[in-house]
């Protein structure tokens, strides 16, 4: 096992090197650059200013640079946002996003995974369609169309949520919901099916033969095997979900992270563009070693090597 | 003599989309205590869905729609699912045909032994696991410390369907249903399995309902046997009765149709030609009509009546009508209509 684990860290590690190569020679061939939008900005500035960033060397120097100074932890200075660090951008922005995203998860768990179930054992009731038909709209309906539904019913006609920002418990619900309804969707569907499944075995009609109460079944024999499925979705969602949504946070006005993704993109700000990819990278290695953990504790005929 | 089971006139019928399956027709018999009783017929007959009925254990579109089920003095078709709980895995087991897919993949062995026996007695964890130590030990498996702690995916299918044997006798039932517990099993361990089934049978005196198409299983265990094709029983007796004295023409085919191991010629197999009836439009008639070599024109307009031969040995076909008739008239009056 602590081999297995060890040997996925340095996988991760070199898929982490492969994809900020990538990423740093892909961001340097788009046509301007961190200063070419202003054009209050004298070209004997814009120079002066490409000197300091050491933008002026040939990208070679400049991408072996990067790297010595991130081996050392040294993500650089943000091009765009005077004074600051990238590693402080992304300590200072994360957290916020993370825990919108991290309440959304375990909504999107608590609702997701017993939506599914019941949808199963109500196969072709009414009950099941509704689940349906709420699961399809969920993975149909973009993010943004359910803020703007949520802001106008909650925020304005019914004033009973603020719109923007995060200084209360009450200001997590809105954005919190609209996270949270994709996962949901997606979990309760996916849940349904695997549920499906599960029923079907021979060995549920041994549980039933031994005279076990339904909850007994259904808990303890039949959630532990339909799960699996929700366990390797886990992986993606998780990373993706606390790394913050660009719409969410664009249309709540949250200062987190997600919004940090998109700006830097199109600001061309390259060291931000760098640190938020190496970051997210990591992220998902992390989660997917988590996630092959999680698979060997619930089922013991999955063996890591 | 008191009747472990009793089946009265059963009927049962599977709604589904498409209409009324009628899985079970006018199905009665008794089960002895200690009597192994085998259920034999083509899939479909309605062998396992007459034993699951006694176990409570149809899941939907299926519904017991008429007649009486006795076990052990419960009337089943009258309890409550709760009620039911109570004696499945305790007073009524079953195993199941396919080894491999009826333990549960993710708890060890252990587990789902002492599962059945935390719940139906009073005996704590330490207790229970000495019980599952000693059904293991019971059934045949060595070093039962260690297999208690293993998953369904570490043993054999034959260990498998011991430890399913160790899981229905946790309790120790007054009845075991069997259905086709060695049809997914290799021919050396079938025989083991078999074997084992009798041994234990002999050492707590439960009575077994051996559900197979294997004609050779119920030829050496079972002491009577019910024929069964679409839904009915067709023929019932005696083990002796059914194989040196048929009385239906299905089970003629049935035994027509086992290979014989001291034939001097290299003889064919007899097959029984056609398939069997579609369940949602039954005919009207006797359902083996279509495929009965001897088939008349009343077997295709009316269901023969019963004819007892023995106190034990029944069975329902026109043929035996006739035979009365040509004894006692001369002449059939069977044949006229």
Same mark, same amino acid.
């Given at each position: 096992m602590l081999k297995y684990i060890i040997k996925r860290l340095i996988f991760g590690i070199a898929t982490i090197f492969v994809v900020s190569t990538l990423t740093f020679f892909l961001m340097q061939q788009v046509p301007g650059g961190p200063f070419a939008a202003d054009k209050s900005i004298s070209k004997a500035a814009q120079k002066a200013l490409e000197v300091k960033y050491g933008l002026d060397k040939p990208i070679t120097v400049q991408y072996l640079n990067y790297f010595k100074n991130a081996l050392h932890g040294d993500f650089g200075i943000s091009i765009k946002q005077r004074g600051r660090d990238v590693a402080q951008i992304i300590s200072s922005k994360f957290p916020v996003s993370a825990r919108v995203g991290g309440i959304s998860i375990i909504l999107s768990l608590l609702v997701g995974v017993p939506l599914g179930s019941v949808a199963a054992l109500n196969r072709g009731k009414i009950l099941d369609r509704l689940i349906i038909v709420f699961a399809t709209l969920g993975i149909a309906v973009p993010s943004f169309v359910i803020c703007t539904i949520l802001m106008y019913i909650l925020g304005v006609k019914l004033e009973l949520l603020p719109t923007y920002g995060l200084t209360s418990p009450l200001h997590y619900i809105m954005p919190v919901l609209a996270l949270s309804f994709y996962p949901t969707a997606y979990i309760a569907r996916q849940m349904r099916s695997s549920m499906l499944d599960v029923l079907g075995q021979d060995y549920m009609r041994t549980a039933r033969a031994k005279g076990l109460s339904e909850n007994v079944i259904l808990f303890k024999h039949a959630l532990r095997n339909a799960i699996l499925p929700i366990v390797t979705y886990m992986g993606p969602l998780v990373a993706y979900t606390l790394v913050g949504s660009f719409v969410v946070e664009k249309i709540f006005t949250i200062p987190g992270l997600g919004g940090e993704f998109v700006s830097s993109v199109i600001n061309q700000d390259y060291t931000v563009i760098m640190g938020t990819t190496i970051f997210l990278a990591s992220l998902i290695i992390v989660m997917n070693v988590l996630v092959d953990i999680a698979y060997t504790v619930i089922d013991p005929r999955i063996k890591l090597k | 003599m008191k009747h472990l089971v009793d089946i009265e006139h059963e009927r049962l019928s599977f709604f589904t989309p498409a209409g009324e399956v009628k899985a079970l027709d006018d199905v009665s018999f008794y089960v002895n205590e200690g009597e192994v009783i085998g259920i034999v017929g083509e899939s479909g007959s309605g062998k396992s869905v007459t034993s699951y009925s006694l176990m409570g254990l !149809?899941? /939907? #579109?299926? =519904? !017991? !729609?008429g007649g009486d089920l006795y076990f052990n003095g419960y009337h089943i078709n009258e309890m409550s699912e709760k009620e039911m709980r109570k004696i499945r895995g305790n007073e009524v087991s079953i195993i199941f045909q396919d080894p491999m897919t009826s333990? /549960? #993949?993710?708890?060890t062995i252990g587990n789902q032994i002492m599962e059945v026996i935390l719940l139906h007695t009073n005996k704590s964890k330490t207790e229970a696991r000495e019980r599952a130590k000693e059904l293991l030990t019971l059934v045949g498996i060595n070093e039962p410390d260690k297999r208690l702690k293993q998953y369904p995916h570490e043993l054999s299918g034959g260990m498998r369907q011991r430890v399913m044997i160790a899981m229905a006798l946790a309790c120790e039932p007054k009845l075991l249903i069997a259905d086709e517990p060695t049809t997914a099993l290799d021919v050396t361990i079938q025989a083991q399995i078999i074997e084992l089934m009798m041994e234990l049978k002999n050492k707590l005196g439960m009575a077994i309902i051996m559900i197979t198409h294997d004609l050779g299983v119920v030829a050496s265990i079972c002491d009577r046997i019910a024929v069964m094709y679409a839904g009915k029983i067709v023929e019932s007796g005696m083990t002796d009765d059914i194989f040196y /004295? #048929? =009385?239906?023409e299905y089970t003629k085919g049935l035994l027509k149709s086992i290979p014989k191991m001291y034939e001097y010629d290299y003889e064919r197999l007899v097959p029984i030609e056609g398939s069997p009836v579609d369940m949602l439009n039954p +005919? =009207?008639?006797? +359902?083996f009509a279509s495929r009965c070599d001897s088939c008349m024109k009343i077997c295709l307009r009316e269901m023969p009546p019963v004819k007892n031969f023995s106190d034990t040995h029944y069975s329902q076909c026109w043929l035996n009508e006739i035979e009365d008739d040509i004894k006692s008239e001369g002449g059939s009056e069977c044949l006229k209509k």
């Open positions: - | !149809i899941a /939907n #579109p299926g =519904k !017991i !729609i333990l /549960n #993949p993710v708890y /004295n #048929p =009385k239906h +005919p =009207k008639g006797c +359902p």
